[in-house]
């Protein structure tokens, strides 16, 4: 591998010291303004082909990159100006060059226009339009390789788009959603062969009268536009493949994918059934998985959410695992049903099954007991969604909206652990089950009454139901301080049902009046109401078959407590905001703040306790353009976090077998001041990406764990810390990236210290209830650090490259407990076209997992290999794939919380080799 490494640099050597000289200029009208974001291209005057293309600076600043020894064709070109042709020949001993244009103004922009050359970017407005096979490099297969060839663009490691360092929030094709927009699956299934050209909206908004109202300069969208034999046919692919993996075992893959657009309607189908560890869509993909709905009253200075029951179900790593199997569908569709009313929606089914095995070392802070652990998890997730949209848009003036979102799934998971703790053995065999259930409506109207006034209203329900179960069958007696065990069972076997039922209703009202072109002022009139039902059992099953309700607790100072919840928590936020926003120069301000009335009402144990708040919760967002694509934002903002029924249920939960938790029926809210500062430059003229992005959290009065710990088992309640003890989260970001050349070169950084305060009992006879015990506030620091830095080639002819590196150091100081964790990973991909029908892409990632104190030091890679086979324009392609070629059996990784640092080793699947079949249809 170092011998590829090195070769690679040659490449890159090479590659950077051709003979070539920059020539120079600008692009101006007719009476010497400067022409910014103009185009210039360089074409070969003997074969046409483009050598060079570049984009005036504000200044009409342009640069070519040349080879020497040519004639080239300069055209230069302006939307609504008269391309301009020049012919300069390049001697083998010239230096640089300068060539300056003026270009006359067009009568008639919409006549006479010839464009003699596809320009590989232009740029309108907001919109930056990107000629795909202008940067591709020829070996493409999905919409991810395509993107990844576009400056400004990055498709991060899960196959999310980034577009200048912000996220993408919808993905469209033709102009029609796809999937509701969701980035991960079109770059993962689009064919690269279809996209003709990427338009990037930048300040994205989704309906025409509220553009420029507020503030959009975080939303991103990608619209692509496909090559004219795609359109108005269907096209996709079929591929499916078989193989062994290292024990023998036939392994499969099944995947066709089938699309048509055409102006009137769309339709995507998208499968993917194989046992080789491809996850298309993930259990957490699923509970992500918004469906398009919006964000309610962002910027209100609430920070309410439903928390969904997951059990704490095991995850895997990267999506590897021991063993992985998927089956997935997908369809999805729009239609245009008339001039005013479109309609759209999806469906996904998934059925992942997971074998997770584990082994993991934990240290617990207040005890100072090692927990080792063994396990082996079967977990089964059957997934569903269903989204229908409507959007009735019968003028300029008036918009309904209306979506439906429905998701139910099934999750089990049967565990079997050995844990091993102060001498002790446990062997602990446990049962999950969860069966969710949702369904989330959305209605948002608009309408503009005249220039200067526009009504925005929205209204948004949630029905959710819940009823996670859980069974642990043990060894050890668990908690035997606080449950009332039958003591005189071979093994003890707990169970506990339980179900949230929960209603939620949000409802608003916007009024925007224009001031004139550079302020408005923005009134919002809106409420949130939630009503949940809580509900939980605790019983032991006996060896004979017969069931015992564990309804008390073992009594403490003669006091017991409850192991039965019923609960019904309601809350409300009733709000009235107010923002102004102006642009003076090159400034846009927009102060502003909300008043609230928060009513909190929780009814167990036989009484009802309710709060009672008025807040007024402040708000500020600044923006300095420095030029079109640089800028420096600031934003400030005051909320209020308030926490749902799962924290106030005040009977003992399960969360697993170690681990009880109690609610705390007088929780009150906590306050977060956050700051977040960020600076961006995109700059065409030379290729540089720069991202820079400083944040503050500092959180008072916050939601924090009281634990009583007693070797390893815990006991959890949440509390609200006093002020004088803040929550602290610090983050810095930064990223950044350049083109010279055929070789772009990328670097970024993370830094985040996060400072949280915890109570912990550390002694007293009571561990059921830590108010017994005596309280002791820790504080508990992690300091993460993130490095990465590559290079990555696109060449037509030459085989192309990446090279990089990323470290990391994640250190915790846990109540004077200090652990440091290195991970050192290099890596490299290759591509290279041979024998004019073959391609061979290979991938290596290499791991040194080390820690400070040298009792932990681990090496693996991960090397996967594909040859393909296709010859000329055939639909027929053929390929040999292996994975994990060095049948690397683990991997690792460290977690940190105020109770227990953890390091954790991860078994994953072995060496497969597979023959793929693809079929283009």
């Known amino acids: 591998m170092k011998k590829l490494i090195f070769i690679l640099a040659l490449l890159c050597t090479a590659s950077l010291s051709a003979q070539t000289i920059k020539l120079r200029g600008t692009i101006k009208d007719s009476i010497g303004n400067p022409l910014e974001l103009a185009n ?70 919409l006549d006479d226009v010839e464009l003699v050359y596809e320009m590989p970017v232009t740029v309108k407005g907001d919109t930056i339009v990107y000629n795909a096979d202008s940067f591709n490099r020829g070996d493409e297969r999905k919409l991810g390789d395509v993107m990844k060839n576009l400056p400004g663009v990055e498709v991060n490691d899960d196959g999310e788009i980034e577009v200048e360092g912000k996220a993408v929030t919808k993905v469209m094709v033709e102009g029609k959603d796809f999937f509701d927009g969701d980035s991960k699956l079109a770059t993962k299934n689009i064919p690269a062969d279809a996209v003709d050209k990427v338009e990037v909206l930048r300040n994205y908004n989704e309906v025409d009268q509220m553009r420029g109202l507020g503030n959009d300069q975080d939303n991103v969208a990608i619209n692509i536009r496909l090559k004219e034999g795609k359109k108005n046919f269907w096209f996709g692919e079929v591929t499916a493949g078989a193989g062994l993996d290292d024990e023998s075992d036939v392994r499969y893959l099944v995947h066709p994918k089938l699309f048509y657009y055409s102006p009137e309607y769309s339709l995507n189908f998208i499968t993917d059934f194989n046992d080789i560890g491809e996850v298309p869509f993930t259990w957490r993909d699923y509970f992500n998985f918004t469906g398009g709905f919006r964000n309610f009253n962002r910027g209100g200075g609430t920070n309410f959410n439903i928390s969904s029951t997951d059990l704490g179900f095991a995850v895997a790593q990267n999506n590897r695992a021991n063993a992985i199997e998927t089956k997935f569908l997908a369809g999805n569709f729009s239609w245009r049903a008339s001039k005013k009313w479109d309609l759209s929606g999806f469906g996904i089914l998934s059925d992942n099954q997971t074998n997770i095995v584990t082994k993991a070392i934990r240290q617990y802070i207040s005890t100072g007991s090692i927990e080792n652990t063994e396990s082996d998890t079967d977990q089964r997730n059957q997934l569903a969604m269903l989204k229908l949209s409507s959007v009735f848009k019968p003028n300029t003036n008036f918009q309904l909206d209306y979506d439906a979102l429905v998701k139910t799934s099934k999750q089990t998971e049967d565990a079997n652990t050995l844990s091993e703790f102060d001498g002790f053995s446990n062997d602990i065999v446990e049962g999950k089950e969860n069966k969710p259930y949702s369904i989330n409506q959305n209605v948002n109207t608009y309408f503009t009454a005249d220039d200067d006034n526009i009504f925005a209203g929205q209204v948004q329900h949630l029905w959710q139901d819940e009823d996670p179960f859980y069974n642990a069958i043990t060894d050890l007696l668990p908690f035997s301080g606080i449950l009332p065990v039958d003591t005189l069972q071979n093994r003890f076997n707990i169970n506990q049902e339980k179900n949230i039922k929960t209603h939620k209703l949000d409802a608003k009202i916007d009024y925007y009046h224009v001031l004139n072109n550079t302020s408005n002022i923005n009134i919002t009139l809106g409420s949130t109401l939630s009503n949940q039902k809580f509900n939980s059992n605790i019983f032991q099953l006996l060896d004979n078959g017969n069931t015992t309700e564990l309804n008390q607790s073992v009594p403490i100072d003669g006091m017991t407590e409850s192991l039965v919840n019923d609960v019904e928590y ?27 009335n928060y009513t909190i009402k929780n009814t167990q144990l036989g009484t009802t306790e309710r709060q009672n708040d008025w807040m007024v919760l402040p708000d500020f967002n600044a923006i300095f353009e420095l030029k079109k694509s640089e800028n420096i934002r600031f934003n400030y903002a005051l909320s209020a976090r308030y926490t749902d029924v799962n924290d106030f249920a005040r009977a003992y939960v399960f969360n697993n077998y170690n681990s009880l938790f109690r609610g705390n029926r007088f929780l009150e809210n906590s306050l977060a001041h956050q700051y977040d500062l960020t600076y961006f430059s995109f700059n065409m003229f030379n290729y540089t990406n720069v991202g820079i992005n400083l944040s503050y959290t500092r959180t008072l009065e916050g939601i924090k764990s009281n634990s009583n710990i007693i070797a390893i088992n815990r006991v959890t309640t949440p509390i609200n810390i006093d002020s004088n003890f803040p929550d602290e989260t610090f983050s810095a970001n930064g990223r950044f990236s350049k083109r010279i050349k055929r070789i772009q070169f990328s670097a970024s950084g993370s830094l985040s210290l996060n400072r949280s305060n915890n109570l912990f009992a550390e002694r007293g006879g009571g561990p059921g209830d830590p108010g017994d015990d005596v309280n002791t506030l820790r504080l508990s620091e992690s300091f993460t650090q993130s490095y990465r830095a590559s290079m990555r080639s696109s060449f037509r002819e030459w085989p192309n490259f990446e090279v990089g590196y990323r470290f990391t150091v994640n250190n915790y100081d846990n109540g004077g407990l200090e652990q440091t964790f290195y991970t050192n990973q290099p890596f490299a991909n290759i591509d290279v076209n041979f024998l004019k029908h073959f391609t061979l892409t290979a991938n290596w990632d290499f791991y040194n997992y080390t820690d400070k104190a040298d009792t932990i030091k681990n090496e693996y890679s991960f090397v996967n290999a594909t040859l393909y086979y296709q010859k000329g324009e055939s639909p027929w392609e053929f390929s040999i794939q292996a994975t994990n070629i060095l049948n690397t059996e683990f991997t690792n990784n460290d977690s940190f919380n105020d109770q227990f640092n953890t390091t954790n080793q991860y078994f994953v699947l072995p060496r497969i080799t597979m023959f793929v079949v693809k079929y283009d249809l």
């Open 570 to 596: 309601g809350f409300s936020d009733l709000f009235l905001g107010f923002h102004y926003k102006i642009k003076t120069g090159k400034f846009i301000f927009t102060p502003g703040a909300t008043l609230h």
């Open 40 to 109: 210039v291209i360089a074409a070969e005057q003997e074969s046409g082909d483009i050598e060079s293309y570049a984009i005036t600076n504000f200044e009409g600043r342009f640069q070519l990159d040349l080879t020497t020894g040519r004639t080239y064709t300069l055209t230069a070109s302006f939307l609504g100006y008269e391309n301009l042709v020049k012919t300069v020949s390049v001697a083998e001993d010239s230096e640089a060059l300068n060539e300056d244009f003026v270009l006359k103004e067009q009568p008639n922009q």
